[in-house]
């Protein structure tokens, strides 16, 4: 079975940059697959930020935050990791890593981590 | 800009059908956007329900169902039970790499 988990600092200050890291077992993520990030603010929606390929490390982002965000992987610690620069407080979210399969849907999920932009 | 269009809420009867629809801003929903759809009940991470339009993981119970209906991707749940309540999102592939979740639907079982 996949498992996905979440880790990273859960409160971030204003104009610095969130780090997150994606733990991944039982599947090698360079294997194949395309590892992605997902986020929900508090009270709203699902919002898809980004994805990377595990097989080429080719990225693809949502264009409201394609000039903020860089994904990167970790294939000796089998690890995915986003970087949002410049966070304000609307970056203020619950973040899910998923994995996303070439049929274009999510099959196995992280249990997300909420992270707080705040002074 | 392609939105993803699906209703704010939904109320069903213990027992009862309910489907969801999954729309375009523009455009039609066909197979060809890859229709999937995601559970997700307070506090807990989404769960795939349905994927390419009508696939269902293993362990999904067989009342829900997606289909394509008229213009838009479907999620049927038959015989609702009541934790079936939650928020349900369909998501679409849009083109160029990107997919696409929508607003996602409210479903209350009473």
């Known amino acids: 079975q996949v498992q996905l988990q979440e880790s990273g600092p859960g409160l971030v200050e204003p104009s610095e940059t969130l780090s997150l890291s994606c733990d991944v077992s039982?599947?090698?993520?360079?294997?194949?697959?395309?590892w992605d990030w997902i986020r929900q603010r508090p009270g709203k929606g699902l919002e898809w930020i980004g994805s990377i390929y595990g097989r080429s490390g080719k990225t693809s982002f949502t264009p409201s935050l394609k000039s903020r965000i860089a994904l990167s992987l970790d294939s000796p610690k089998n690890q995915i990791s986003l970087k949002l620069k410049s966070v304000t407080a609307a970056d203020t979210a619950f973040y899910y890593c998923a994995r996303r399969t070439l049929a274009w849907y999510f099959d196995y999920w992280g249990q997300g981590t909420l992270v707080i932009v705040s002074s | 800009q392609t939105v993803v269009t699906q209703e704010p809420s939904f109320s069903v009867s213990p027992g009862g059908t309910v489907t969801l629809t999954c729309g375009l801003s523009s455009g039609s929903v066909s197979p060809n956007y890859y229709p999937s759809w995601y559970q997700q009940t307070p506090g807990q991470a989404p769960r795939t329900l349905i994927h390419?339009?009508?696939s269902r993981p293993s362990g999904v119970p067989d009342r829900f169902s997606g289909s394509i209906l008229g213009n838009r991707a479907a999620l049927t749940i038959t015989g609702a039970q009541a934790d079936d309540e939650g928020d349900y999102y369909c998501v679409l592939y849009v083109g160029s790499g990107l997919p696409m979740f929508g607003g996602g639907t409210k479903v209350t079982v009473l």
């Open positions: 390419t339009t009508n």
């Open positions: 039982s599947y090698s993520i360079g294997s194949g697959y395309y």
